[in-house]
């Protein structure tokens, strides 16, 4: 699948040699900088290969210097005696560290001294960026050493020289260990500092290698499809940044079904996207084109609708299609469960007819209309100009005042609440929300085909043009010409006549009804009933 747009160099990320690197190393009393305090500070910042600067300076504690501190560094009370203390050093150590992605081994350790100085100080948290060498030589070199001592580390790469537990010998030999992670990390794919960051989480499976089959994705929107051997997709996904996001699954994701389809992956495609919507939707239609068997929604989903039938005696029923010979419908669902739960908050707003017998064809009524719950016709008492006042407080609803069925299912949980039937109520509220969020939708549905072609652009100036509820063009930058919709003799439809043109027309919606979307123009009327659907 070729690229949409031509990707520029920065696109890739930012290349690890032209990171500037601050190599740094602490010596203090103990292990907490709760109760302990900063001796000596060391490091060296290089960029390129080259070293920048060095900074160093033993530093007062304030308090006395433990014994055995002293046996493992060297550093004496006598020595630190006419150091500067931290307020002094601190300063001019942050000013030296400046924007530099911060390196060290278990660097954790001296980046909190760091911090809980900083902090006491009233000096801002330092927001730099981090590598740990000690997380770089677990993940890069665990087969090739005894352990991940600095010490160890640094023998292993023959650094000139020795760690020595002083700060600048220590952030020196830590740099030559980093120089040799960087190489080591390069012969994987690892360029950039984005990548280097998350490497140290990955995972050491055997489809980490697999990870090269994403390096020539660009930091772009779009959307990524993993194949198998065969060339079948196996799954389809959508990122704000396609090359972060797929690198990401071989950075620690412990679940079974992503070790599955990582087994399984031998490609990659992608289509750069022009916005997140055009990513959204295109996701979502290939999806629906290439049903891969690692995405949920692309299992097998039945539609169904509820219709309102047109008949003497009108009653709801569910349905697998929609027909224009019907007086309304809403949906579709994904399930039959849905609709039925749609269903029994319609029968339970208004007593429309429930049973399907011909009307008079029974002596008794049917046990919903004895029950006072529906006005059926099949004992042949109800008059047809009777029953059509039900008919048109329903239409009058779905179309117009959703209030008239919403308002009624509000009372009746308030009915069960206050009897202390908190179960029933419950029911009636899941009711409630399962019909006000079919109304909204069959509304939203019914305004964006009414307009026709919607032209609009979000606040990051990228731009989709809409056609009766689906994305017709997108861009990011000048708009295309499009013409507009003309007029047709096929009747709109009410509904969406599917669940993926159902999904389609949902993200639209709510991207057309987000407060950072402008509207540029239409080419019909682009209006909602003047009734709210109030929400529980």
């Not at 990171?19 to 103990?30: A, N, Q, S």
């Not at 390196?103 to 350790?109: A, E, K, L, M, S």
């Not at 952030?171 to 260990?177: D, E, K, M, R, Y």
């Not at 290439?290 to 047109?310: C, F, I, K, M």
Request: glycine share 6%.
């Amino acid at each position: 699948m070729s690229l949409a747009v031509q990707t520029s160099f920065d696109d890739l990320g930012t290349p690890l040699f032209d990171v500037p690197f601050c190599v740094l190393d602490l010596e203090t009393t103990g292990g907490s900088p709760s109760d302990c305090g900063i001796t000596e500070i060391g490091a060296v910042k290089v960029r390129r290969g080259e070293v920048l600067g060095t900074f160093h300076t033993l530093v007062d504690p304030g308090t006395p210097i433990p014994p055995f501190i002293t046996i493992l560094t060297g550093i004496t009370h006598a020595m630190v005696v006419q150091a500067p203390s931290i307020e002094t050093a601190l300063p001019s150590f942050l000013e030296f560290i400046g924007d530099a992605v911060v390196v060290g081994h278990n660097v954790r350790f001296d980046l909190s001294f760091i911090r809980s100085a900083a902090l006491s100080l009233g000096y801002p948290h330092p927001a730099n960026r981090w590598v740990d060498t000690a997380a770089l030589a677990r993940r890069l070199w665990r087969e090739e050493v005894p352990n991940l001592r600095l010490a160890t580390l640094a023998a292993y790469v023959r650094s000139p020289v020795a760690p020595i537990h002083r700060a600048l010998e220590d952030a020196t030999a830590t740099l030559h260990v980093l120089y040799a992670l960087l190489e080591r990390a390069g012969t994987i794919g690892v360029t950039v500092l984005e990548d280097l960051l998350q490497l140290p989480t990955a995972r050491g499976a055997p489809h980490y290698q697999k990870i090269r089959l994403g390096d020539r994705l660009p930091r772009l929107p779009g959307v990524y499809l993993f194949r198998d051997r065969n060339g079948a997709v196996i799954y389809v996904g959508k990122a704000k940044n396609l090359r972060t996001r797929v690198r990401s699954y071989f950075y620690g994701d412990e679940r079974r079904s992503v070790a599955a389809m990582l087994r399984e992956l031998e490609s990659i495609d992608h289509r750069v996207c022009h916005s997140e919507l055009d990513a959204e939707v295109t996701e979502l239609r290939m999806i629906h084109e290439h049903r891969p068997r690692h995405n949920r929604r692309s299992r097998p989903t039945a539609a169904h609708w509820v219709r309102l039938t047109d008949e003497r005696f009108p009653r709801f029923s569910l349905v697998r299609t929609v027909k224009q010979q019907a007086l309304l419908h809403l949906g579709p669902f994904r399930s039959r469960r849905a609709a039925e739960v749609v269903l029994t908050a319609l029968w339970d707003a208004v007593p429309i007819r429930r049973c399907s017998g011909k009307p008079g064809s029974r002596e008794a009524s049917c046990a919903p209309a004895q029950m006072g719950v529906a006005r059926c016709p099949c004992d042949g008492s109800l008059e047809q100009d009777d029953y059509r006042q039900v008919i048109d407080l329903v239409i009058e609803a779905v179309e117009r005042q959703p209030a008239l069925l919403l308002d009624r299912l509000v009372e009746k949980m308030q009915h069960h609440a206050g009897e202390q039937r908190f179960e029933e109520a419950g029911w009636v509220r899941d009711r409630h929300r399962a019909l006000a969020r079919a109304l909204e939708r069959r509304r939203a549905w019914q305004a964006m085909v009414q307009a026709g072609t919607v032209w609009a652009e979000g606040a990051d100036g990228s731009g989709a043009a809409l056609e009766r509820g689906r994305l017709a063009a997108a861009w990011n930058g000048d708009q295309p010409l499009l013409a507009a919709t003309g007029a047709t003799d096929s009747p709109l439809p009410e509904v969406p006549l599917g669940v993926g043109e159902a999904d389609e027309a949902q993200l639209v919606w709510k991207w057309l009804n987000s407060p950072e979307t402008r509207l540029l123009d239409v080419s019909g009327p682009l209006v909602l009933p003047a009734s709210p659907i109030r929400a529980i």
